[in-house]
């Protein structure tokens, strides 16, 4: 790791009580390694700080991860044994202390800074830096000015020659055969050993669902008409009463969907959990819910698969439902009627593998290591490893663009995939088969 000037990580966040232009105060979301503030939920007393919670914000990746490499195992002092080098800038914070407000200039400042001083140091001569990687806890979007449509949004990061040499971890990928891989975002779960994961998974195990489909998000009425489908899934939720939702006001100082312990018991009495895309595909929503053990419900293909590769399964079919955005969008399924067709022991096979999944997406606490388990970290530093392998041997790598086919619509294939061919009636009789009741909008 290298031990970088702190103009590149602790200086950026020094000033965390930044207001003016759209820097909030984050010094709170910075204490304890990047983790936040410690959680203490009055109301079951399940989500405290002594378990592993605390109010994490979704772009603190640069801060978590940096202090966990820390403490990685494998670390060595001497670069001549190292398989990979890691470079603890925190570009994630970079991109917001000049996003808004400063010209071009003034974004890529540090970047270009630290550029030059990495293409000085001997470790980058071995491999053209080709074994270097850093995080940029945001989406590979703000890093990638030059190839957005907004010429003045963002930095240039993923775009300058020793930006495009080094892999960089984000938390949603651009998909355009760059070095940008994508990792999850962070939830507010840290474990501090692997008892805590294995507590929380039987929890997760031996919750009742009283839902069958759950929302959590706020309407974007500034998403192009002809791509938006958040406010399809929320009318539908809003005409069944089998959907919850936790309505999300945007503007300033509304906390509704930012006390973790709401949302994490919503999605712990939910059997599916909707993630549509919002401002952009992924949503750190996604995370949340399946640490809950909740079913997540893909609206488009690179909200997660086209994404997460190294942290979930190829087999989409294993840990989530996909309806195709399009048919949403034109009324052409019923959400609710797709996800009661799915039998009852597919839903606990799914739900088995999503608890399965829970350390693979989550951040243990820096200040600790789990024994055996791998988390998101791991899982990321071995993508990394695998991929300077590769490199070495002459292999030509990237992040891998948007695949030729996408993977099998559930809605289509409802019928073969999940049960026979019955009556109407018969399919009337077994409308409850997920196991949760249907309710009146008067219950």
Partial sequence: MHDLPPRFNA???????KTE???ADMCRFLRNDGLGRPLADRIDGVIKSEAGWYDTHQFALDAIFHNRMKQYECLTTDSAEASAVFVPF????????????????TRDAASVDLTEW????????RMGGRDHFLVAGRTGWDFRRSN??????????????????????????????GSDYPVPYPTYFHPRSDAD?????????????????AFVGAPRPDVPINIRVRDHVIAQCKATGACTMLGCARATGSTQCHTPGNIMRLFQ?????????????????????????CIPVFFHTGSAYKQYRWHLPGDHHKYSVYIPDADVRQRNVSIEAVLRAIPPATVERMREEVIRLIPRVLYADP??????????VDIAVEGILHTVARIREGEYVDSGGPVTEDPPNLFSSTESRFRPKQSVQAAEINSSVVGVPRKTSAE
């Fill in 11 to 17: 200086d950026i966040i020094r000033n965390c009580r």
């Fill in 21 to 23: 232009d759209h820097w």
């Fill in 90 to 105: 925190y570009a994630g914070f970079d991109f917001v202390r000049y996003h808004w407000g400063y010209d071009n200039a």
């Fill in 118 to 125: 990495l293409m000085a140091r001997p470790e980058w001569r």
């Fill in 148 to 177: 957005n449509v907004d010429p003045d949004w963002g930095n240039d990061l993923l775009v300058m020659p020793a930006g495009r040499n080094m892999s960089v971890l984000v938390l949603e990928s651009a998909m355009l055969h």
């Fill in 197 to 213: 994961v294995l507590r929380w998974q039987d929890r997760v195990r031996a919750q009742r669902r009283t839902w069958l489909m």
């Fill in 269 to 293: 009495k939910t059997v599916f959990c909707l993630q549509p895309p919002g401002d952009t595909c992924t949503r750190r929503s996604a995370f949340d819910s399946m640490v809950a053990g």
């Fill in 367 to 376: 200040r600790s290591r789990l024994e055996t388990l791998k988390d998101a």
